[in-house]
């Protein structure tokens, strides 16, 4: 069963940063992956992709802001996702959670992010 643990997540002002990860329990060589997040009372949605040879895609409001990378193999054995999130706006409130793509795996406990003054 694949783990996932995401983590860097906080409270943070109006255009400010945050770098989250994900650290998955094995390689992920092969795999495409992905960074979700979900907002109280809304459904979880797709918000940056990576494939296997490191394309991307966003979700339109996070265009030029977010930056999804990858490493396939971290510290000899498990995988990462990274996302760096730079002018960060009160809208971008949610719970991050990664994952493949399309989502299969069992979901992380994932990590708050709180933009806020």
């Known amino acids: 069963q694949v783990q996932l643990v995401e983590s860097g997540g906080g409270l943070v002002q109006p255009g400010g940063s945050l770098r989250l990860s994900c650290t998955i329990s094995?390689?992920?060589?092969?795999?495409?992956m992905a960074w979700y997040r979900q907002a109280p009372g809304k459904q979880r949605e797709l918000v940056a992709r990576?494939?296997?040879?490191?394309?991307?895609?966003?979700?339109?409001s996070v265009k030029g802001r977010f930056t999804i990378s990858r490493d396939n193999v971290k510290d000899n054995v498990k995988g990462a996702v990274y996302l760096q999130m730079d002018s960060l706006k009160p809208e971008d409130t949610a719970v991050y959670y990664c994952?493949?793509?399309?989502?299969?795996?069992?979901w992380g406990q994932g990590t708050q992010v709180t933009v806020s003054s």
């Open positions: 990576i494939t296997t040879g490191s394309s991307t895609n966003y979700l339109d």
């Open positions: 094995g390689t992920i060589f092969g795999i495409n």
């Open positions: 994952n493949n793509y399309p989502s299969s795996w069992f």
